[in-house]
Structure formats: C-alpha cells, structure tokens
C-alpha cells in the first residue's frame, strides 16, 4: 500500500494542457490580466502538470510561459507564480543561486534547503544547477562559505546519506557516545566527529542516537549543539537535527518566523509554500497548530494581502479547528515533545551575580554621594545595583540605614523617576516584597492585570509562594488570598486560590498515577462545561512539575490531542489563560517567560510594568536560558528588542541602559 499523500496540490482530474495553456493566453491577452484566472489554474494543478501546460503553451503560441508570466506580474505575487512554474529542482537551484550571488550569501536559505533534502533531491538540484547556470554547485558552495559551515554544506551536497531503516542497537549506542565524548565529555569539541555522523547516519538511525544521547548526556542534542557550536555552523547542524526529528516541523518554525514580528520574510516564505505543497504541507500545517496559538492559514490570512494572499491561502488548502485530533505524524511529535521536556535536565542560569570584594558600607557611603547636593549621578546607581545580588542589596539597605540614619529606599524614590524608579526600587526590594508589590498592583485600581497574577502564581515555587503570602500580609494588612477573592471570579478566582496557597506537590512523577491522571483528563474533555473545569484544574493546579510532563505526555496517547490545544479549544477568558500559562511553564519555564517578554514589547508601546517584573525577578534565577529562548523562538536577541523599545518615552536612556545591564549581553 502507498504512502499516503500528505500534500494540498495534487494532479487536477480530466486534466488538458492545450485548454489550460489557452486559458492562461486569454488572461494576460490585451490591456491588463486576469489574475484570478492565472492564480486559481496554477494552484490547481500539479508540478507536473505546469511543466505539462509550459509545454503546449510554448508548442501553441511560440511564447515561453514563465517570460510572458513575468511580463503580466509584478512583486511577491509574480515570485509565488513564477516559483510554482518552475520543476522543483530548477526552483531549488535558483534560490540556492541567489543565495550565494551578490555581497552577502543568505546562510540561511542554504541551510534550509541542504538540510531539509533527500538524497535523490540533492542529486536533482545539482544536476539543475549546473544545466540552469554551466556552473558547478559545489564549487559554488565552498567559493562563498568557510569553516565547518563549508564542510558540512559539501556532506550534505553529495545526498549520500543512508537510506536504510535497519537499526543496530551496538552502533546506536556507539554513535551516542561518540557524539558525547566529541562535545560534552571534553574540553573543546571534535566537529569533524559531529559532521560525520550527522551528515552520514540515515534518519532512523539518528533518531535512535538523539533518543540514546539524551541518556547519557541528560540534556537533548540540539542543547548540546547550542554550547558546544556557534555561528553559522551551529544553526546548520541544529537544522538537520531538527530535519532529521520531523521536517513538518522544522518547515511549521520556519513559517513562523518568516511572518511574525514586523515584516514578512516573503522569500522564505514563498519558498516554502512552493517546495512543500506537493510532499508534505498537511503534516506541516498539523505541526504548526501544534506548536503556536494559530491556524497557519489565520497567520497568512493576518500577515499578507491581495492575490499573494489567494495564493498562499490555495496552497496552504485550509484552516484547521484548533483543537482537532492529530494526524500520526504531529501525535508523535507532541508525544516525543513531552518526553524530551520531561527528560531533560536544564541548567539554569540567571545574569546578576554576588559582586566579589563586596562592601555594604562603601556602597552606602557611594549611593549616598550620587543622590546628595544638586542633581543626581544616576550612571553611579546604576552601576552599584545591578552589580550586586539581592541578598548583597537588603544589606546595603541595612547598612545604609545604620551609617546614615536614613531609608535608602525613600531616597531612591525621591532622587529617580518613572521607570527607572520602578526597575531600581524593584532591584532593591526582597523577591517575595517585590511579587507582594506587583500582586497588590495588579489587583488595585479600576482594572485587573490577570496576566500578572497568572505569571507570577503561576511560575514561583511553593517556598517562594508562600514568602510572597507573607510579605503581602506585612505589607498590605490583609491577606492575598482576600485580595484575590475580592478582585477575580468563578473558576478563574478558585484557581487562583488553589495556587497562592504554595502547596503543589513536588518531587518527581508518580508513575502509578501519571496514568490515572492522564485518563482523567481525556474523559474530562467529553464532560459537561463545570466537570472539565474542575478536573483540568485540580490537576494542573497540585501535581508537580515533573509528574505534569508525564501526564501530558500520556495524554497525547490517551486522547490523540495535545493538552494545550484542548486548553485553548474549550476553556475561555482569564481561566484559560491560566491553565495554559501552566502547561506552558511545565513545558519549559524559560520559554514561557520569553513569550511573555516578546509580547510586552510588540506592537504599538510597552508594557513596561511586565518587562520590569520578568528582569527583576529572574534575574539571578533563569535570565540567561530566558534570553536563549528568545533568541531560539523571535530571530531576534533579547538585547536587540530592548535596545528599540525600552528608550521609547524615556528621554534619560537610563531606564535602557539598567535592562540591558540586567540583560547581560547579546547572544
């Protein structure tokens, strides 16, 4: 039995090249073209069949289709036509063509397409290249690269990879340790080791070794590729391994980034639409849904217009219901995703450490000198509370206190303003005085900021919770638990309650009941509206992390959903943001954090108080693996985003200057 067609293009039935190639003369005949006529023939019908209809174009009207094509069009629109026209080895030879042509090479474009290839592919594209150019590709190739990025790209140019799906358990197990001692085991890393297996091994075989050298190296192999490479290189090896994981979803991340953020990358993403359309894009589509809070039909509904947007929209065939069953292949990638997050061991990294050669009373004495006499020296605040942990703040607040009689806090407020105010008081303040501040915050006033009382109830420990309880009653004279009881409501208020009481289990999973509470949740998701809800929240709410990541794993089989989707498809308002805030925490804590620091500086202002909350509190505890995970998800470094947004309204630059301090660099 074949393998079933995963594509949205197929061969049209009661197909005619002659009719269809008259079609396309009579919609670009005389003043103006029909571009509806042009762009609902070509997407209906297969590659083959294109070539099929440039054929008897050529045969009826002695025109080349493609120059009369690009005579009638103009901008994306005509570069989308133009790409479906073109065999898919000439497509993939003219981008890698002007890839490397001109003053800068698009790495990236090459990355994409030698990484994502098979065998038989990269012999068709090579063999196109040299016919479309008399040029030789790799030669091509090693004249505008250097360093292991070249050597990789020459491997992955001879499409020799293995092809067979017989896997030795010995050699699996020889490869893993191999891949170890090359990177992890010592001091350096032996690339040449890297490049052989990952350029050789076939794609089963990897799979097995990634799954082997989690084990011994307790960390997956893409976090091993991150520290141990860089550059260009790192990024090449990172795209075959996530090739070689599933290509759907390394073409879902690709399709992502091409149309988040300001602009589109419409090169990227009409090469992809076009390559994928005819092999693979349902399965893709599939992961997308998976990985984001989108349809990839509703993000190139939202991110382009006109006839390109027809265009994509035919290609794409379709919009998903968000929280539908998987198809095998995303049921498999979600339940490898929860394996990986549960296996994984994260080294946790912040940006601020203890200032070695400390002195509370010189600090004292030098805070005291910048606020005296006329103006301020806010460069010397600046430079001693970002450069000291919070343990070595409270005792310069003590000491500041006993050496001048004076509330070091209360001159900070009287000597700064607006934001910087607020980052650098929030610096100084205990971390539980510093939630209890933003929880009192975002419940006061007309309005409520659920986010903030998600975020943080959400991601701090029981201990933490519980300091933050404390610190709150001190400060406020009454409880937060009333706070919240007074402020929120119905399902969301409960949830709330259950997490500021800072008794979630913890330890590892209980694997007698990750079972039970993964099945629980499946029947739940067949429950009326009020049963749902209190299942998935008395779960989500008391299970510990590690035993959260069993469960969801379990229930991708149970159900053949994904616990997020579900989330997202049957739950509503501040509830659902809730549970889904914590299956995204449970997921990979970083990763969260950086989503919520991308989306509060996106778009028409900042949220300033959001961004002052995220690097004030994880600062010393997750900073640095924050920053990787932007990085990693926006294209784009956390120092970048606050370099253009954090100076907007603030005229000093020094509310600036203090994140970036607290940022630690650019990555």
Same mark, same amino acid.
């Given at each position: ?283 893709? %589509? ?81 805070? %005291? ?36 009689? %004076? ?219 924050? %920053? ?40």
């Amino acid at each position: 039995m074949g393998k079933e067609f995963k594509g949205t293009v197929k061969d049209y039935p009661d197909f005619d090249a002659n009719s269809d190639a008259e079609s396309l003369y009579n919609a670009m005949k005389g003043f103006g073209s029909d571009k509806q006529t042009i762009l609902d023939l070509i997407t209906s019908r297969s590659n083959a069949q294109r070539q099929e209809i440039r054929s008897a174009y050529k045969s009826l009207y002695g025109q080349d289709l493609i120059d009369d094509l690009k005579y009638e069009l103009t901008g994306k629109f005509e570069r989308l036509i133009i790409g479906l026209m073109r065999p898919p080895a000439y497509h993939d030879a003219k981008e890698i063509k002007d890839a490397i042509k001109g003053a800068g090479t698009d790495e990236k474009c090459l990355i994409e397409i030698l990484a994502s290839r098979t065998n038989q592919q990269i012999h068709d594209l090579v063999a196109a290249y040299k016919d479309a150019y008399n040029r030789d590709l790799e030669e091509d190739v090693i004249g505008d690269t250097s360093g292991h990025f070249k050597k990789m790209l020459v491997v992955l140019l001879q499409g020799s990879r293995e092809e067979d799906d017989v896997v030795s358990e010995d050699l699996v197990q020889q490869d893993a340790q191999d891949l170890y001692d090359a990177g992890e085991a010592q001091w350096g890393t032996d690339e040449a080791q890297f490049i052989m297996l990952l350029g050789n091994r076939s794609v089963t075989h990897l799979q097995c070794v990634f799954d082997e050298y989690q084990k011994i190296a307790e960390k997956s192999i893409e976090d091993s590729i991150k520290s141990e490479l860089s550059g260009d290189f790192e990024r090449l090896m990172l795209a075959v391994v996530h090739c070689i994981r599933s290509k759907p979803m390394f073409f879902a991340q690709r399709l992502y980034k091409s149309m988040k953020g300001l602009g589109t990358a419409d090169n990227t993403l009409i090469r992809i639409m076009v390559s994928r359309c005819e092999i693979d894009m349902l399965d893709i %589509r599939e992961c997308f849904r998976l990985r984001y809070e989108k349809s990839l039909y509703n993000m190139i509904q939202d991110d382009t217009s006109g006839e390109y947007k027809q265009t994509l929209l035919k290609l794409c065939g379709g919009d998903d219901d968000i929280a539908g069953e998987f198809f095998p292949e995303a049921a498999q990638i979600a339940y490898k995703m929860w394996e990986i997050s549960a296996s994984t061991k994260i080294q946790l990294r912040g940006t601020v450490k203890p200032c070695s050669n400390f002195d509370p009373a010189s600090d004292a004495k030098a805070l %005291r000198k910048a606020m005296k006499g006329f103006g301020t020296d806010e460069d010397a605040i600046i430079e001693i509370v970002t450069q000291r942990s919070n343990k070595q703040r409270q005792e310069i607040r003590k000491t500041f206190k006993s050496l001048l009689g %004076r509330d070091l806090m209360a001159d900070l407020k009287s000597e700064l303003s607006k934001n910087l105010e607020r980052l650098i008081l929030g610096l100084m303040m205990t971390p539980a005085e510093f939630d209890a501040k933003m929880m009192k915050k975002a419940i006061e006033g007309a309005g409520t900021d659920e986010h903030a009382l998600i975020e943080i109830l959400v991601t701090r420990s029981n201990e933490e919770i519980q300091d933050m309880c404390s610190a709150f009653q001190s400060a406020y004279k009454t409880s937060l638990e009333d706070a919240i009881a007074s402020d929120t409501s119905g399902h969301f208020k409960r949830a709330l309650i259950s997490l500021a009481q800072g008794a979630r289990e913890e330890g590892p999973e209980d694997r007698d009941k990750v079972l039970e509470d993964a099945q629980g949740l499946a029947d739940a998701c067949n429950a009326d509206s009020d049963d749902m809800q209190d299942k998935i929240m008395s779960i989500l709410c008391t299970r510990s992390f590690p035993h959260l990541r069993r469960v969801f794993q379990e229930f991708v089989r149970c159900s053949n959903k994904d616990i997020e989707q579900v989330i997202k498809k049957e739950l509503s308002g501040d509830f659902k943001n809730a549970m889904f805030a914590i299956v995204r925490s449970v997921k990979n804590r970083p990763s969260y954090f950086a989503d919520r620091l991308y989306k509060a500086m996106k778009g028409l202002g900042t949220d300033d108080r959001a961004l002052i909350r995220i690097m004030v509190s994880r600062s010393e505890i997750d900073l640095f693996n924050i %920053r990787k995970e932007f990085k990693e998800t926006h294209d784009a470094t956390l120092h970048e985003f606050i370099q253009v947004e954090a100076f907007v309204g603030d005229t000093s630059g020094d509310y600036r200057k203090t994140l970036l301090i607290l940022c630690g660099g650019e990555d």
